[in-house]
């Protein structure tokens, strides 16, 4: 059962626009919400993180928006670089366990 | 660099054999997450260990176990090799284990079964 879901698979953008990255979860209990980035042949990385008492944080060109009543969370990258491209994962945790459910990913691609 | 290495980074194995991945944590971290990703899934927690002792447990078959060493590296066994287990492992590595501390992860290791 999939509690962190990214629903596409894929995004392209033209650079210098706006990237938006969308998640869903269903597990309520959950109250911390992380991003990581992935390129090829490495491990995930750590972008963003927001705690469930906020709805948005914000780190440069990366800002995360968090809708605790619809269960959805967002990454808006603005602007958009090539070097952007990688895939995304949306991650959350619950209070009292340590380990991260993940989403499926999302491969975003900027096109020059 | 993340500063968790993982190894091999690539490992072809037959059904039914038994394989053991290795991970070195991030110098000074004491905890040692391990994940699955199988093919268009997310990364799916395993196991997790901090400071030699097992902390929490996921969605770990029978077949598998791991363990985390003295000198904190960790290694993960899988036994009785199915098609199913190809995947790529992820060892991520965090200071104190707790939830909220950012982990780092390491390249992972391919596992075939063919």
């Known amino acids: 059962d999939q509690q962190v879901k990214q629903n596409s698979p894929s995004l392209s953008v033209q650079e210098g626009r706006i990237s938006i990255l969308n998640c869903d979860y269903t597990?309520?209990?959950?109250?911390?919400f992380l991003w990581y980035k992935k390129y090829p042949a490495e491990g995930p990385t750590f972008l963003i993180s927001i705690s469930s008492i906020k709805d948005k944080n914000e780190d440069g060109r990366f800002t995360v928006f968090l809708n605790k009543s619809a269960k959805h969370l967002s990454l808006h990258i603005v602007p958009s670089q090539p070097g952007d491209s990688a895939v995304y994962f949306c991650?959350?945790?619950?209070?009292?366990?340590?380990?991260?459910?993940f989403g499926t990913g999302t491969r975003l691609t900027v096109i020059p | 660099d993340s500063g968790v290495t993982q190894t091999p980074k690539h490992l072809i194995t037959a059904t039914g054999q038994r394989v053991t991945l290795r991970c070195s944590p991030r110098?000074?971290?004491?905890?040692v997450y391990w994940y699955q990703q199988s093919l268009d899934q997310g990364l799916q927690f395993l196991i997790q260990y901090y400071n030699g002792e097992e902390r929490a447990k996921g969605n770990i078959l029978e077949r598998f176990s791991a363990q985390q060493f003295p000198d904190l590296h960790s290694e993960l066994n899988l036994s009785s090799l199915e098609l199913g287990d190809s995947a790529l492992y992820f060892c991520?590595?965090?200071?104190?284990?707790?939830?909220?501390?950012?982990?780092?992860f390491g390249q992972g290791t391919r596992l075939t079964v063919v």
């Open positions: 597990n309520s209990m959950f109250d911390y």
């Open positions: 110098s000074g971290d004491l905890s």
């Open positions: 991650a959350a945790s619950q209070p009292g366990a340590n380990n991260l459910f």
């Open positions: 991520a590595s965090s200071v104190t284990g707790q939830r909220n501390t950012e982990a780092f």
